[in-house]
Antibody, heavy 118, light 107 residues
Framework: EVQLVESGGGLVQPGGSLRLSCAAS????????MSWVRQAPGKGLEWVAN????????YYVDSVKGRFTISRDNAKNSLYLQMNSLRAEDTAVYYC???????????WGQGTLVTVSS | DIQMTQSPSTLSASVGDRVTITCRAS??????LAWYQQKPGKAPKLLIY???SLESGVPSRFSGSGSGTEFTLTISSLQPDDFATYYC?????????FGQGTKVEIK
């Protein structure tokens, strides 16, 4: 059974940093692109970033370029999102998602809430 | 960036109704479109990929069609478990973008 479990969310002040993690199991993690997708409270879905199987390609939505970094550790079956210079508009539930061939999102974690507020 | 526009934003329907949701892309995306269902407090669930391919385990009452810039998600006979919000998503080119969502409510 495919499982994705996010952690690392919480309350952080504007300008602060946070590192999200996603532990994957039930599939060959190193064979898949992986993504982060977020959802602000009461709003729709927004793709944030994705990363190729070997980490050699990474893409970001413009609003987080230069502030967020996606990475992975295939030996640990883990995906990460380092978030720096956080803003109030980054407040959202962040989902980790498996991304076959850099396309759609076929499995999702339960999400972790990031709140940016003073 | 490719903009995705769904209509309607909210839809009121009864159990057994046939329901159709439309998604329009600001430029051609061929068939690179997916549909998701999301219930309150839960992660989205993939229903349809490549515009018309049914994800494994998804009931056959769900179907997708379209290509280019206009797409539809159809629920042939609405069931109680189908009341949720539905999103389309394009993966023709980055940034991958979603529609704003269509909430299917009980009439």
């Amino acid at each position: 059974e495919v499982q994705l479990v996010e952690s690392g969310g919480g309350l952080v002040q504007p300008g602060g940093s946070l590192r999200l993690s996603c532990a994957a199991s039930g599939f060959t993690f190193s064979s898949y692109w992986m993504s982060w997708v977020r959802q602000a409270p009461g709003k729709g879905l927004e793709w944030v970033a994705n990363i190729k199987q070997d980490g050699s390609e990474k893409y970001y939505v413009d609003s987080v370029k230069g502030r967020f970094t996606i990475s992975r550790d295939n030996a640990k079956n883990s995906l990460y999102l380092q978030m720096n210079s956080l803003r109030a508009e980054d407040t959202a539930v962040y989902y980790c998602a498996r991304t076959p061939k850099a396309n759609n999102f076929d499995y999702w974690g339960q999400g972790t809430l990031v709140t940016v507020s003073s | 960036d490719i903009q995705m526009t769904q209509s309607p934003s909210t839809l009121s329907a009864s159990v057994g109704d046939r329901v159709t949701i439309t998604c329009r892309a600001s430029q051609s995306i061929s068939s690179w479109l997916a549909w998701y269902q999301q219930k309150p407090g839960k992660a989205p669930k993939l229903l349809i990929y490549k515009a018309s391919s049914l994800e494994s385990g998804v009931p056959s009452r769900f179907s997708g069609s379209g290509s280019g810039t206009e797409f539809t998600l159809t629920i042939s006979s609405l069931q109680p478990d189908d009341f949720a919000t539905y999103y389309c998503q394009q993966y023709n080119s980055p940034p991958w973008t979603f529609g704003q969502g269509t909430k299917v409510e009980i009439k």
